[in-house]
Each structure stands twice: as structure tokens, then as C-alpha cells.
């Protein structure tokens, strides 16, 4: 008894200790690493690693040193705050959904070869509870062919949508893109969007024989709708999750659409001329990151994304040869921007244009995808 008793006491100190200082971990960022990727490491999520650094932008830089989870002597063990958070979540709608009531809805998903609950959950940014309590799945096995229901976000248009003439895409209230089409010409363009000719073409640094079927252009200083006030009510308030990482690739969008038409040169600087991997690396030195000189060096760069979860800013690269030789920046709708030395400048292409389609060789992505900013009620539980 004179043995154990000290003993007791030793670990009833140690145990006090302990959990009065509380846990603190930590993460040093590695070359290509974003906080997407380190959230997905560690089971937590972007928004909570930016409070836990007070971030306030995304831009993580290599050997920076990130508090990844934090825990206290306030703080109950994770399987009460689990079960605390959940019952929280059940009775109370405002603390479990981010997203207005109404701004959802159901889609059908048919399962395929390779699909994983996981997998689809990424897809479409909805949790893997989510997806099995939608569907009344007690465990994670899904088979082929089997049909899910899921609750997804209702997307909203980047842009209002413009009738006569088709945009191809449009990065602000004052310019568009348009994509001649055959019987057009610089008149007809000009008098739809009420500007003159001269300024057309002078916004496209064009010639008359430069207007060809097929050619991308854009439409300069369209006049702003003034839209009507209204009274900012609390759904609006709460469509404002986090708007960051949107705000980033709205950069990166309209810092690509801003070199349009320049003319190719291999090397080219970005001034007057420009080549493939420095468009791409002068758009994204507009976010804060650095990107390697060549494509075959920016493919090694940032997370491999499937195909068809290639979302706005990603990058897409292409094999020459047989090795990585040229690199687009995905701007929606299976359209990229890229400098062409096939048409001698900046131009937009099609994913499913033949040569792009059979030589594609995969998707990078440097931003946080936007699924990770739309958060609902089975965020706390999926941890």
C-alpha cells in the first residue's frame, strides 16, 4: 500500500497537468502544399486553419509554420463535443446550415465503375454523413449503378445571362466576351453593344483582317445597370460564408481575360508578347503565388484534380511530344484560356476541341476548391 499510494498520486498530477496545458499541433508547409490540402491531412477545414493562424487570405507560403488542431482544458473530449455538437445541430437550423433554407436542391447521382462515397462527397461538396443519411445508408458500400440523392447548393450565375449575342464568359459588370460566328461583322458587333467600330477594334488591337469566324474578342465599357435599392435582408447576410477564395479566382479569371489577344512569343515577358507558362504564372503573381518558369515545372506544382472536377482558375496542361509542353488556365463550361502559338496569340479553346481532347494531360490546382466554403449542417459530424 506505501508503494501504490505515491503512485497514485504521481499520475493524478501528471494527468492534471496534461490536461490543464492542453494540446497544441503543429504543421510546416511544404513546396505545392495549399490549405486545402492540409485540411484534408488533418480532418479539419480551411475557415478553421485561417482562425486558428488569424489568416486573412489563403496564401500559405513553404516552411511557414501552421497550428493545425488546438484543444484545452475547456474543451470536453472529442466524443461528447461530438454528440453535444450533433444534438445542437438537430435543435437548433441557424447553427447547422450555412446555406438559406430554399437555396438547396436534390439531384439524382448514378453510381459508376471507381465511384466512392468519399469520392462524390468532394464532387459535389457534400459530406460523406450527408450523402448516407439522404439516403438511409448504414454503412459506406455503394454499388454500380445504384442511384443517390443528393442535397446540393443551388449555383448561382457568375454573370446575368445575355441573350443576343452568346458571351462565351464575363468577368465584371463592364466587359464580356464574344465569339464571332458566321455573317458577323465589326459594324454589326459595334451597333449591338452601341459602341463604334474604331473603338472595337481598338480594344482588340485588330485589323480588319484579323475579324475571322471563330475569333474570341472583347466588348469594352459596356455601360453599368444600375441596379435598384433594396434592404439587405438576413438570407443575403448568410450567403456570406466566406468569400475569399471566390474573390481569388475572380483574380485569376479576370487577370487571364486582361491578356487576351496579345500576340504569342515564345519568352515573351508579358508586356508585348507572351508564351503559355507565363501567362499563367504572370496571372497568378496577381494572388500571391509563384509558379516555376515552364509548364513541365508548373505541373508539378499545387493538387492533381480529376477532370471533371476541374473548377474556374485551375490549371490545364497538355503533352508535346510526348512530355508536358503547354498549359491553359480552365475558365468554365470545358473552355480555357491559353497563348496559342498555333494562332500566334492569347485565345480561348475547347477541352473537347480534338487535339486538346486526345493530348490532355491533367488538371492542377494552386486556390481552395469552392465546395470547401459551402458548409452545412453535417460539417461538425464529419470530422
Known amino acids: 500500500m506505501c508503494i501504490k499510494y505515491p503512485y497514485l498520486i504521481t499520475m493524478m498530477f501528471l494527468c492534471t497537468f496534461l490536461y490543464s496545458e492542453g494540446v497544441i499541433q503543429y504543421h510546416y508547409v511544404k513546396k505545392g502544399e495549399t490549405l486545402s490540402s492540409i485540411s484534408k491531412r488533418y480532418g479539419?477545414?480551411?475557415?478553421?486553419?485561417?482562425?486558428?493562424?488569424?489568416?486573412?487570405?489563403?496564401?500559405?507560403?513553404?516552411?511557414?509554420?501552421?497550428?493545425?488542431?488546438?484543444?484545452?482544458?475547456?474543451?470536453?473530449?472529442?466524443?461528447?463535443?461530438?454528440?453535444?455538437?450533433?444534438?445542437?445541430?438537430?435543435?437548433?437550423?441557424?447553427?447547422?446550415v450555412s446555406v438559406p433554407a430554399g437555396h438547396y436542391e436534390t439531384i439524382s447521382y448514378t453510381v459508376?465503375?471507381?465511384?466512392?462515397?468519399?469520392?462524390?462527397?468532394?464532387?459535389?461538396?457534400?459530406?460523406?454523413?450527408k450523402i448516407k443519411k439522404t439516403n438511409n445508408l448504414k454503412t459506406s458500400t455503394i454499388k454500380i449503378g445504384q442511384?443517390?440523392?443528393?442535397?446540393?447548393?443551388?449555383?448561382?450565375?457568375?454573370?446575368?445571362?445575355?441573350?443576343?449575342?452568346?458571351?462565351?464568359?464575363?468577368?465584371?459588370?463592364?466587359?464580356?466576351?464574344?465569339?464571332?460566328?458566321?455573317?458577323?461583322?465589326?459594324e454589326s458587333i459595334a451597333s449591338q453593344y452601341n459602341i463604334t467600330p474604331e473603338k472595337l477594334k481598338e480594344a482588340n488591337l485588330?485589323?480588319?483582317?484579323?475579324?475571322?469566324?471563330?475569333?474570341?474578342?472583347?466588348?469594352?465599357?459596356?455601360?453599368?445597370?444600375?441596379?435598384?435599392?433594396?434592404?439587405?435582408?438576413q438570407d443575403d447576410m448568410e450567403k456570406e460564408i466566406v468569400k475569399e477564395t471566390k474573390t481569388l479566382r475572380d483574380i485569376v479569371l479576370k487577370e487571364s481575360f486582361n491578356f487576351l489577344n496579345m500576340p504569342y512569343r515564345l519568352g515573351g515577358s508579358g508586356n508585348s508578347s507572351i508564351d503559355c507558362s507565363t501567362l499563367v504564372r504572370r496571372v497568378y503573381e496577381k494572388v500571391g503565388i509563384k509558379l516555376p518558369n515552364t509548364s513541365s515545372q508548373q505541373f508539378k506544382e499545387g493538387e492533381p484534380v480529376r477532370k471533371e472536377e476541374i473548377?474556374?482558375?485551375?490549371?490545364?496542361?497538355f503533352y508535346r511530344k510526348g512530355s508536358i509542353g503547354h498549359v491553359g488556365i480552365y475558365i468554365g463550361?470545358?473552355?480555357f484560356i491559353h497563348a496559342s502559338s498555333n494562332e500566334k496569340k492569347v485565345t480561348i479553346a475547347s477541352l473537347e476541341n480534338s487535339y486538346f481532347k486526345r493530348n490532355f494531360a491533367g488538371a492542377r490546382r494552386l486556390l481552395p476548391s469552392k465546395s470547401l466554403f459551402v458548409k452545412g449542417e453535417e460539417d461538425v459530424i464529419s470530422k
Not at 447548393?153 to 468577368?171: A, D, M, R, Y
Not at 473548377?311 to 496542361?317: A, Q, S
Open 112 to 129: 459508376k465503375k471507381g465511384d466512392t462515397l468519399e469520392g462524390i462527397s468532394r464532387r459535389y461538396g457534400v459530406s460523406v454523413a
Open 44 to 96: 479539419t477545414t480551411v475557415h478553421q486553419l485561417k482562425k486558428l493562424n488569424n489568416l486573412k487570405s489563403s496564401v500559405i507560403q513553404p516552411k511557414q509554420k501552421l497550428i493545425v488542431k488546438k484543444s484545452d482544458a475547456s474543451e470536453p473530449s472529442k466524443g461528447n463535443t461530438l454528440a453535444k455538437e450533433s444534438k445542437t445541430a438537430k435543435e437548433n437550423t441557424s447553427v447547422k
Open 206 to 233: 485588330m485589323s480588319d483582317g484579323d475579324f475571322k469566324e471563330g475569333v474570341t474578342i472583347v466588348i469594352p465599357s459596356l455601360p453599368v445597370v444600375e441596379e435598384s435599392a433594396s434592404i439587405i435582408d
Open 333 to 335: 463550361d470545358n473552355f
Open 147 to 186: 442511384t443517390l440523392k443528393i442535397n446540393v447548393p443551388k449555383k448561382e450565375p457568375l454573370i446575368p445571362e445575355v441573350t443576343t449575342p452568346q458571351p462565351i464568359v464575363g468577368v465584371s459588370t463592364e466587359r464580356i466576351y464574344y465569339r464571332i460566328k458566321k455573317g458577323d461583322t465589326v
Open 311 to 317: 473548377e474556374e482558375g485551375d490549371l490545364v496542361f
